[in-house]
């Protein structure tokens, strides 16, 4: 048995494709997301787990809209096609405001020529709150190269295969499924095999409901929740909110590659203290991780 869902969105005139690929494309091996890229249109294919199913999500992107479709190894639910629209909302980061946040600041002194070339950008978003946990906590404090390389183990730990032959994203109970032992085998230290178990579990038992907290997420709730968890602190917390949830407002101060991009943009010869890039991004609030992702994109192809 397998359910399929499809729908197509009309895209706004500004809209940039090329980061939203570029986040998906972070794994040259492309065992669980795949990109196929022409002058005139897009194809990403990406494996996950739907209801606690194997699945396969294509978006293919033309000049004004995207085509969206899943197919799922399995049954689907009554508000499945409701719930699959909003995700892949929230994937291209459609509900953004980056229009508002373009027209404030696009006179500013310093960031107004970034804004300018490279107008219409919008934060990718993960498929799952809990994949972008997961991620945030893989990549706490190590380099992009090995975040992705951890990623990957991860995925083929958890060993998930859909029908159209990509591994797909584990989805908590897979991940609570594997011991510290598994993780450490694929690279993770014993203090992040614990935390990703830990999040795992309280994901699957509801005591993380993160799948609930999207329709309207409710930020100081996730974060105390989310600081709770040893060994999350509060980089993973905004960089969550960010690619699980669509907030714009998260800090990222902490993030190394934030603060290179803030040196270059202000052209300072000392390295941006992590107190300094807090208080220079805090006039751009609510909007403070949008203009992070911009720090990222100007200073490399794809963001972290």
Known sequence: MSTAFSCTTLLPAAFRRREILAFHRRD??????????????????????WNGAPAHLQVRF?????????????????AGAERFEGMVHRMLGLAQEVDAFERRHRDHPQIGGLILRQAGLRVPVAATPFEALTWAVTGQ??????????????ILAAGVRNSWGLMCYPDPDRVAALSVDALRQAGFSTAKANTLLTVARLAADGGLPLDAWLQAPPIAEIRRRLLDVRGIGPWTVDYTLLRGFGWMDGSLHGDAAVRRGLQALLGSEDRIS???????????????????????AAGASAAP
């Open 141 to 154: 404090q190590i380099s992009l190269g090995v975040a992705v390389s951890l990623r990957r183990k991860l």
């Open 62 to 78: 033309r000049a004004d809209c995207v085509e969206a479709s899943m197919v799922i190894d399995g049954a689907g639910d009554p």
């Open 28 to 49: 040259a091996q492309e065992i669980a997301e795949a990109v196929a890229e022409s002058e005139t249109d897009a194809l990403l294919r990406k494996g996950l787990v």
């Open 274 to 296: 992590e107190s300094e890039a807090c208080a220079w991004l805090a006039q751009f609030s609510p909007w403070r991780a949008l203009l992070a992702a911009h720090l990222w």
